[in-house]
């Protein structure tokens, strides 16, 4: 188990990849039948699973949100995806930021990353 300073480090972006904000990551939900999926400040196209993340899927809540703090904690409340009230950064413990990096590396190996999280400086540890 990886230690929640270690988990918080700064990570380093993708050149060319743009940054999404969360308005922008709503909006992506079934734009182009695409499914976008925010999780620990990177955005990924879950389309390819959309028995899973589709209108139909269980994890179709997740789509078009930051979701780090609902995975997390694997929760399907709508307060769990609104990061002005809950963020993985400063919301999180160890054990919690564990979790939420299994997801991240799981994405990581599946989905397309195609963009960062905007940070507008709101949501700081």
Not at 15 to 44: H, I, M, N, Q
Not at 96 to 110: A, S, T, V, Y
């Amino acid at each position: 188990m990886a230690s929640k300073e270690e988990l918080l480090k700064p990570f380093e972006k993708k050149a060319g990849l743009p940054e999404v904000s969360l308005t922008e990551l709503s909006e992506a939900l079934g734009r182009d039948g695409s499914l976008w999926l925010g999780c620990k400040g990177r955005v990924f196209d879950v389309s390819a699973s959309p028995g899973f993340y589709g209108k139909e899927g269980g994890y179709h809540i997740f789509v078009g949100n930051d979701s780090s703090v609902a995975l997390a904690k694997m929760k399907f409340d709508k307060e769990f995806l609104d990061p002005s009230h809950l963020h993985w950064s400063r919301d999180l413990d160890a054990k919690e930021l564990n979790i939420l990096e299994d997801w991240l590396q799981r994405f990581d190996g599946k989905y397309k990353l195609v963009g960062y999280i905007k940070d507008d400086g709101k949501f700081k540890v």
